[in-house]
């Protein structure tokens, strides 16, 4: 794997990121390296994806591109994945942090914040 980029580490060892397609370099791949497998995680729908952190319950979190271009946050655990957009923030959601309570930190804006105006949030996403 080249142009890889590591973004989390927790307790028990496993480290989250995301690489660049070997075949494409406009699009990233998401990772988690756990017990010396790596998984490549990437959200249905999705076009190019960054992991940016994970808590000690193995959840990881990040952002990813769908076809439309739109950016949407997500957070994965045991194989599953939930989109989460911030209310305010449809299809501008970038989420980069997760404690162990679940509890997810991120931004929205024009363009995930390109433009303008940023504007954090703190929340829990719901089952």
């Known amino acids: ?3 890889a980029q590591a ?3 927790n307790d028990p ?6 690489y660049v397609d070997p075949n494409n370099p406009d699009v990233n791949h998401d990772f988690l390296l756990a017990d010396g497998t790596l998984t490549t ?10 992991a940016f952190g994970l808590n000690n319950r193995g959840q990881v979190v ?3 591109l769908d076809a439309a271009g739109n950016t949407h946050g997500f957070v994965y655990r045991d ?5 989460v957009d911030d209310p305010q923030g449809v299809n ?5 942090g997760i404690n162990p309570r679940g509890q997810i930190v991120g931004f929205y804006g024009p363009d995930a914040c390109g433009g303008d105006v ?5 929340g829990t996403p719901g089952d």
């Open 118 to 122: 940023c504007n954090g949030f703190v």
């Open 1 to 3: 794997m080249k142009n």
């Open 62 to 64: 990040g952002a990813y």
């Open 79 to 83: 194989g599953r994945f939930q989109s």
């Open 13 to 18: 060892g496993r480290i989250s990121g995301f």
């Open 92 to 96: 501008n959601t970038l989420i980069n």
């Open 7 to 9: 973004t989390g580490i």
């Open 41 to 50: 995680l990437d959200p249905p729908g999705s076009t190019s994806t960054q």
